[in-house]
């Protein structure tokens, strides 16, 4: 019986490569495909995002908008004469450096000067429904400067009134309007390259209303606000203690200038939130203190509390502290009918014929 020859299996590299290839080329395809698809999924969530919930806003700020401190100084400013998005909101500043409330009164006669952070310069809202432009409004006859930019801290406050002071014509009324995270250290502009990480939550933050959505959904950022700024109303603090030195000197300053001062204390949306008396603790404290400088002061826990509404209708969306153009509208009446009372009373007590 002859024996059958079996001829080895012959390695055929050039058909193995052939075959793989397609197989690359499918799974590349499939790739591609899913890809597309999460995408046009995500931009459809966050249309009807938009549709839905129109009461989200953008955050962040173009940094453009912003000067870092000249030599020897340590305020950062508002680049004059710049326009730009701020928390979603078209802003303007004016050949100031301050923001424009859009009214056109002229900078000649007497002047009130606000002080504040973002809180007071009014993120998210239009120049004319802030707080500040509805004072201008109701005021024609005196020019408004909302100093306030976001970041200032306390330090900052003072280095804004003493330039003011310093002015031909220094302002006739300074408000303060102290935000709670107002002992924290100063805001620096980042000086370094911004990192991959912040890039994409910074694009997050200026363009999905989804992203904020699920930031607001999945994560109480109000509670975690007023929780960490908490930390700082402790009498032992030395954030604290500098916080209450500092508005001292800007009270002795103010009172050897015969300008009349008055602190305007805004609460956080968590406090409103639970109305819990221990949550409370920040305002009794300075209340305490500002008493004891002799600083007029207006707390406005009270006057927000006594609303009745849900809380968030005084905030932008999910925010701890920044107010919707409900809050501003209730600080402006709240701050008018003060300075109204106030003003009032001094006409009063004026001797006769001196009116």
Request: proline content about 7%.
């Amino acid at each position: 019986m002859s024996e059958i020859q079996v001829e080895p299996e012959i390695s055929r590299p050039g058909i193995a490569k052939r075959e793989a290839a397609p197989r690359l080329l499918k799974r590349l395809a499939f790739a591609g495909y899913l890809v597309a698809t999460v995408c046009l999924l995500l931009l459809a969530l966050e249309y009807l995002v938009r549709w839905s919930f129109p009461e989200i806003n953008h955050q962040d700020a173009e940094l453009s908008l912003l000067l870092p401190p000249a030599p020897g100084q340590s305020l950062v400013r508002w680049r004059p004469g710049a326009s730009g998005i701020v928390f979603g909101e078209s802003v303007s500043i004016d050949p100031y450096g301050y923001r424009d409330l859009q009214t056109g009164t002229p900078v000649s006669g007497p002047s009130w000067l606000l002080v504040g952070d973002s809180v007071t310069f009014g993120v998210g809202v239009n120049a004319k429904e802030t707080f500040a432009g509805q004072l201008q409004a109701a005021h024609p006859e005196i020019k408004v400067w909302n100093s306030a930019v976001i970041g200032y801290s306390i330090g900052d406050y003072l280095d804004v009134i003493k330039e003011f002071l310093a002015k031909p014509k220094p302002p006739s009324l300074v408000i303060l309007f102290f935000c709670l995270n107002d002992p924290a250290p100063r805001f620096q502009l980042a000086a370094g390259p911004v990192s991959l990480r912040e890039k994409v939550l910074g694009l997050l933050r200026r363009h999905s209303k989804l992203y904020m959505l699920m930031k607001g959904t999945f994560a109480d950022r109000s509670k975690i606000y007023f929780s960490n700024d908490l930390a700082y109303y402790d009498p032992a603090n030395p954030a604290f203690q500098q916080t209450v030195n500092v508005l001292g000197e800007i009270h002795g300053l103010l009172a050897n200038a015969r300008i009349p001062f008055l602190v305007v204390v805004l609460p956080y949306e968590y406090q409103l939130r639970h109305k819990d008396a221990k949550d409370l603790a920040p305002q009794r404290l300075l209340d305490v203190k500002l008493h004891e400088l002799g600083i007029p002061t207006l707390d406005l826990y009270d006057r927000f509390a006594a609303t009745g509404r849900p809380s968030t209708d005084h905030f932008l969306y999910a925010d701890a502290m920044h107010l919707s153009r409900e809050g501003h509208e209730l600080v402006f009446r709240t701050v008018n009918s003060e300075l109204e009372k106030t003003n009032g009373e001094k006409r009063a007590q004026a001797p006769a014929g001196s009116h």
